[in-house]
């Protein structure tokens, strides 16, 4: 999966689970502007992961 595909993929996902936009948004704890800039990929994501 390249950073490209991030918000498709989340996108996808999150449509295969029955879930609007809305729902993710309160999952997550995200403003829901931030979901939609995301999905259509105008919001790039950085992922950080630290190794304990």
């Known amino acids: 999966m390249s950073i490209e ?3 498709y993929n989340i996108k996808n996902i ?3 689970k029955g ?3 809305e729902d993710l948004a309160r999952k997550a704890d995200i403003p829901l ?3 939609s800039k995301i999905e ?3 919001f ?5 992961i630290y190794a304990l």
Do not use: A, D, H
């Open 14 to 16: 999150r449509i295969e």
């Open 19 to 21: 879930l609007t936009q």
């Open 33 to 35: 502007s931030t979901i």
């Open 40 to 42: 259509s990929g105008v």
């Open 5 to 7: 595909n991030i918000g």
């Open 44 to 48: 790039r994501i950085v992922i950080i």
